[in-house]
């Protein structure tokens, strides 16, 4: 009787471990691009075909390999990267397994090409499906180049599963992209269908391969990054909150040189971000970490895509740290520096049938009753004449920038030696309801958030040289300054202000006493979430104590929230904590935060005048992380004057003062 158990032929195994390290096409040519990257090449050239599914080849310009090195380098697990298994502990090489070539040309008519310097011949290998070896001398220069055709073709179950050359060929350019993005000191090209798409320059400068694979709008939005630590170091480059994709597409994580995908690392980054972006996007990251070897174990996964951590969660705070510091150091330079570049908008045929928007120059405070108190009350009305000497800006008149500015130095001067904001002309009942957005930014506290990331060091910042001039739609603010055209959206920004003193004012936000108590009805469920987070309501400033069955009495509210508001505020709180029930105190706290921000914030449709906008833009200047409001949504925009020129179709644009 003949035993149920046998031994599988070399083929098979073969074609097994194919499955594992040879996914698609995207995975031959990480594997055959890391080997030419071990050998030492300086260039590689990447050429393919059909998505990579007819044509694939790889060239470098490496060590190369002698005949007998090229025999063994066909055979499995023959490799000269590592000779024993405790090897496997500081093993440094981004190959080391020795599958990559059998299992490659196992599952495709496969040609090797190679020869080593200082050797008048090179050596072929050539394979078919694994089989029909034929070794033998061959004119080439230094280096290796493999060439594989017909992936899969003879596991035609494996090749249904791939997806359309489409997606094959943007599998191949996101992985040689990030491959070139660890390596910039190697010259990467990729030819796809005899089309060049990836050229970098392979000049060690990161920012320059960037630019090479994702644009110049991506390098003009990079933020460095960099933390040293006793066993980790962190550097690479993130981009401002208000460039985002769909995806982690474009986040490339690079631990000692091997890209890979590391959940606990991306976590650090959206922590980082949080409140800066909205939840369906994700920022461009480059993120280089540096730790021993011997505290990490790459042989975890077939295809080495990813690795496990001694100690986890020190590469989450170390990451988390310095994309957190290079966020803040952005912030330190100003609203130029941190507004959102415009894209240059499709052109379309005009809509008649659209009624456009009506720009409105700052209204005087005479002009308007309505606008001298604004949904929250934090931006005067009042103090108009201190910036503009008592004149008033009629519809058709101009800014002049310099006069502009000057007038602003003059003002901010008389303010800093009177150490007040004067607030001309204001009734005293309202001074009492009103705060400015200037007083904000002056009491603004150093240190603290909501989610525990602590600002030492912040310094309170002017807006450079951003002269506002007017709204549109009173709901967006039109400024200037020498260089460009700002649209800042008024409630996205003053909810940012509001959210990051909430987030400061650590342990209690300030409330306010209300004459008459409100009583307020809620249903169970609601009454047993507001008993459950009392104290959480109690730090965002409501005091509250129930007064009957389901009814609670509230006698204090936030400082800078409308007593008409709080009802409404209290009730989004609310539903937000229905619908974070596993998430931590930390999360619901800066979810509350910001609800209530968005509540106080200044709202669209409230008219400012010029000295209200200025004040607007100071806070949000002095804020620790002025590129979004919290739920993601870009506070500023900005034109260049290049932009501007694009739009319009100047060539050859350049402002002097007069018309061109």
Not at 547 to 557: A, T, Y
Request: one cysteine or more; glycine letters at 8%.
């Amino acid at each position: 009787m003949s035993s149920a158990i046998h031994l599988l032929s070399d083929s098979t195994i073969n074609k097994i471990a194919a499955g594992e390290v040879v996914e698609r096409p995207a995975s031959v040519v990480k594997e055959l691009v890391e080997n030419a990257i071990d050998a030492g090449a300086t260039r590689i050239e990447v050429e393919i075909m059909a998505g990579g599914t007819s044509f694939m080849r790889v060239t470098d310009n490496g060590r190369g390999m002698t005949m007998e090195d090229a025999r063994l380098a066909i055979q499995r697990h023959a490799t000269s990267k590592i000779t024993e298994a405790s090897d496997l502990q500081t093993v440094s090489t981004l190959g080391f397994r020795g599958e990559a070539l059998p299992t490659i040309a196992s599952v495709s008519r496969f040609t090797l090409l190679t020869r080593r310097d200082g050797e008048d011949l090179g050596t072929r290998v050539q394979m078919t499906g694994g089989k029909d070896l034929v070794i033998e001398e061959a004119g080439t220069s230094v280096g290796t180049t493999v060439q594989v055709e017909d992936l899969f073709f003879n596991t035609p179950a494996r090749k249904k599963f791939l997806k359309t050359n489409h997606t094959e060929t943007n599998k191949i350019s996101d992985f040689l992209g990030k491959l070139a993005l660890s390596r910039p000191d190697i010259a990467f090209r990729l030819i796809s269908n005899n089309r060049q798409t990836i050229v970098t320059p392979g000049q060690g400068d990161a920012r320059e391969t960037i630019r090479a694979i994702y644009g110049s709008k991506v390098e003009e939005a990079l933020l460095p990054l960099e933390f040293v630590g006793e066993e980790i170091a962190v550097e690479g480059f993130i981009t401002k909150p208000s460039m985002l994709r769909g995806s982690r597409a474009w986040q490339t994580l690079i631990v000692n040189g091997r890209v890979i995908g590391c959940r606990a690392i991306q976590k650090a980054i959206d922590n980082a971000y949080r409140s800066l972006i909205p939840k369906s996007g994700y920022p461009f990251a480059v993120i280089g970490i540096q730790v021993p070897q011997r505290t990490i174990d790459v042989n975890v996964h077939p295809q080495k895509a990813e690795m496990k951590f001694e100690d986890e969660s020190s590469v989450f705070r170390a990451v988390y740290k310095a994309v957190r510091d290079a966020i803040r150091a952005e912030a330190g330079q100003g609203l130029d520096a941190i507004a959102a570049a415009v894209e240059r908008p499709k052109m379309k045929q005009p809509q008649p049938s659209i009624e456009p928007f009506t720009f409105h120059p700052a209204a005087r405070p005479a002009q308007s009753a309505s606008a001298s108190r604004t949904g929250s009350g934090y931006v005067p009305q009042t103090i108009y004449e201190a910036v503009h000497g008592g004149t008033g800006l009629s519809g058709t008149a101009a800014v002049h920038f310099e006069e502009a500015q000057r007038r602003i130095r003059e003002e901010k001067g008389m303010r800093s030696a009177e150490n007040q904001i004067p607030y001309a002309g204001a009734a005293d009942s309202k001074e009492q309801e009103a705060t400015s957005a200037a007083r904000q930014a002056e009491s603004m506290p150093k240190s603290g958030s909501a989610d525990g990331a602590a600002h030492e060091g912040q310094t309170p910042l002017g807006t450079g040289s951003l002269i506002p001039i007017g709204q549109v739609a009173r709901t967006y603010i039109i400024a200037q300054d020498e260089h460009g055209l700002y649209i800042i959206d008024q409630h996205a920004a003053h909810e940012r202000i509001l959210f990051d003193r909430f987030s400061a004012e650590a342990e209690h936000i300030a409330s306010q006493q209300l004459l008459v108590h409100l009583v307020l009805s809620f249903d169970a469920r609601e009454t047993a979430l507001l008993n459950e987070h009392k104290e959480l309501f109690a730090r965002l400033g409501f005091a509250m104590e129930m007064s009957g069955d389901n009814e609670f009495r509230l006698m204090e509210i936030p400082a800078d929230l409308q007593p008409g508001e709080a009802e409404d505020a209290i009730r989004e709180i609310l539903a937000g904590l229905f619908e974070r029930h596993e998430t931590s105190a930390q999360e619901i706290r800066q979810a509350c935060l910001a609800t209530t921000a968005c509540r106080a914030a200044i709202k669209a449709g409230e008219e400012l005048s010029l000295r209200q906008m200025q004040l607007l833009l100071e806070a949000l200047a002095a804020t620790a992380y002025p590129f979004t409001c919290p739920h993601g949504r870009p506070t500023i925009l900005k034109f260049s004057d290049q932009d501007l020129a694009k739009m319009f179709q100047r060539t050859g644009f350049h402002f002097q003062g007069g018309s061109a």
